[in-house]
């Protein structure tokens, strides 16, 4: 009775382990994307690079405010000299004058400062830190584009794992099933040995092609899981339906803009406005000043209420000089800039043409294996009827079978190319989000 109760707490145990390490998960494809546009690092760490740069142009925006700084002093002072000219003025007698006793200084002021003019340097620095904020949102929904690819391909290689592990399970069936018969009948002398070797080294074959499909399903599943920040344990499911419905409303034309083109040319913008801080160097600063001081020497002078204001004026002579070199450097950088546009146009006008081929490839190539299934399960069944009427030999029959079996692989294959195409052109045109209508 004990041992049954051991017995029934180890089952129990494994049990509950096993559908631990079961959890499935349904997904469709813009369920996928959003979860990893939202969880994901590469998605944290773009937003928070855009954070950043919003910081850095509060930052340069508040130089256009006065700067106000308020300081105070205290010091003790110890055996000084103190020869005053005030003190012998006023004393007209003949008698020497008593040294002062001066021990403690007390120093307060206020300082505050209103840049009127720098060469438009403050407002060509702002316009340079705008356009590198706005820049960094491009590149932020560029990368959530880029993420969304991935979970595309990451879905599409799944989605063939799993169909080909279900496709050969079905033909291994259809395998050990035909090696039962070999076997009978080869005991009953209707075959030669040959004949059954044959057919258990199919078996092997496809029990070994199922073993690794079933490897790839599980590192397709591990990565999904992974950029998607589920739990390692989790078995993704795809809502194949939610997705070929995704997949028909969609079927439309794209109009749009890369974001990474965007960020460039952004940054493109922040480049020339960074030329224009450097010739700022050029030409002379003025602000406004103003200020208060309060000071008391001890036993000598007391200063209150000492207000003062005015202009300054600054300008660096050497400037004319070296700036030179910082203006043909931020020219040099602005270059950089055009030409890496240029480059990047052409990329994509590339990537646009492939991935338009690609698309209309995996359209014709779907369509050629559908008529293919048809063709190579007819194949089979005509194979088989002459093999059942001694018209034809083992080797047509296996080799008929497995015809119809990678028939059937393509078939499932190409369905999954023609959705992941759709969606890599979409990338390709920048509106692969839009078109799924993620944020």
Known sequence: ???????????????????????????????AIQIAVTNSDAATLAKTKVETSELELENVKNNRYPSLKASGQYM???NANVDSNLSSNQNSSSEPSKPLKVDQLLLGQVNASLPIFSG?????????SESLYQSEKFTEKHSKEQIGLDVVELFSSLYKTQQMTLIIEENLKTAIQRVKDFTAMEENGLIARNDLLKAQL??????????????NTAIANHKLVTLLKLPESTQVEIDIEAIKKELTENQKEFSGERNDLKALELKKSASESAVKVA???YYP??????????????????VTNAMNFGIGLSY???SIFKNGKEVKLAQSK??????????????????????????????????????AVVQATENYRIVKDKYDNSLSDTNDLLEADFEALQAKINQALSKADVAQKYYELQFANGTLSSSLNIN
């Open 1 to 31: 009775m004990k041992i049954n109760k051991i017995a029934f707490l180890i089952f129990f145990l494994m049990v509950f382990v096993n559908n631990q390490a079961q959890e499935k998960k349904l997904l469709t494809l813009k369920d």
């Open 316 to 318: 660096d002579l050497s």
């Open 279 to 281: 010739k700022g160097n």
């Open 76 to 78: 003790r002072l110890s």
């Open 120 to 128: 438009f340097k403050l407002k060509n620095s702002i316009k340079t």
């Open 334 to 371: 602005a270059k950089e800039t055009e030409i890496a546009i240029n480059l990047l146009q052409n990329q994509i006008n590339e990537e646009v043409f492939q991935a338009n081929e690609n698309y209309k490839l995996s359209l014709k190539q779907s369509f050629v294996y559908e008529k």
């Open 285 to 302: 600063s003025l602000a406004l000043s103003a200020g208060y001081i309060a000071l008391d020497l001890n036993n000598v002078i007391t």
């Open 202 to 215: 199919q078996q092997s074959n496809i029990e070994l092609a199922l073993e690794n499909s079933k490897k």
